[in-house]
């Protein structure tokens, strides 16, 4: 037995599981990505794919090294009083980023979209089926895709500006700051009048 | 005499001083770079570099073929209505990415600027220097650097989710939503209440 006490085939299934969904992910993109196709990959049951990952999303998640999930956003907003919603997407996203580990990971996210067109079609399908699904069903709004992606534009934007080019004032303004300037902006996103339906 | 009319060794000069121009600024970066410098390098006066270029701003938008200048903006801003400038701007933002040819430069851009850590860096001091400069100048306020770098962050969010990763809602939305949308956000960062001195 393993000091962590876990069995060794476990992390072997893992890790096969994971390489072939990467594989199967740049091959065939979101869409045509089954976990059935990606258990016949690994050379495992499907059951045991679900019994480690869930839902496709949660296991793209886990092969891109994802940070964050999609239902831990949906629980947030879930929770969140409608007109604190903004503030606590932002409040989020930033310790995401101002963590030195999910922020490696992000930067690898970001990298690979903006370098190769695959990943970025991977990406975009990723976002548009899970997260901003996910956004819309707590939404519940007929333009609730708009809003979410007008919400996703200045969190991106906010995480080129301060972590990726680090323009001076954006780099070094903390959180508080962060909030005073960007959260009426999200809150109108999420449930202001925006213009378009 | 060639058919343009141009003698040929003026074009030789100007690409020979764009070559040692992008050297320059690869190997010293922005602030590290003269135009004494870049003149020695491509053997010519200082004073024919000023006469084909202007100030080193100008020779830098030039060298990596930054599709717009800040003089440009700055005139915007100046001629605009206090009022209607997030307006303007996003409106000239959406005219240089919806053109074919200015997307493709303006992507070769960021995404050497999301690869390289150099090229980031240099960017960054020039946006600094220049592009924030000017709007700084232009704007006359004391928080006009982070006013400058809000906008700045909404409309590289919004060029990355419309034209990078193309999230379906925003990449087919007309450019009166997207004005309906972000022009109030811009307009708000550039003169309204956003809680950062």
């Given at each position: ?23 199967c992910f740049a ?123 007008l919400v996703g ?45």
């Amino acid at each position: 037995m393993s000091p962590a006490g876990r069995r060794p085939g476990k992390t072997d299934t893992r890790s096969a599981v994971l390489d072939a969904a990467r594989e199967c992910f740049a091959d065939n993109g979101y869409d045509g990505t089954t976990i059935r196709a990606i258990a016949r990959k690994a050379g495992v049951d499907p059951a045991l794919v679900h019994h480690f990952f869930g839902a496709k999303a949660e296991l793209f998640v886990a092969a891109v090294d994802f940070p964050f999930s999609p239902r831990a956003m949906l629980a947030t907003l879930l929770e969140a009083n409608a007109a604190d919603a903004g503030e606590l997407i932002l409040r989020q996203f930033l310790a995401l980023w101002d963590d030195p580990t999910t922020r490696r990971r992000l930067l690898a996210v970001v990298r690979s979209a903006v370098r190769y067109e695959a990943a970025a079609v991977i990406l975009r399908t990723f976002l548009d089926r899970e997260l901003i699904g996910t956004f819309v069903r707590a939404l519940d709004a007929p333009d609730a895709d708009v809003r979410a992606t007008l919400v996703g534009s200045q969190l991106i934007g906010l995480a080129m500006a301060r972590y990726i080019v680090k323009l001076p004032p954006l780099a070094t303004a903390s959180t508080e700051q962060l909030v005073a300037a960007y959260a009426p902006t999200l809150q109108r996103y999420l449930t202001g009048d925006v213009g378009i339906v």
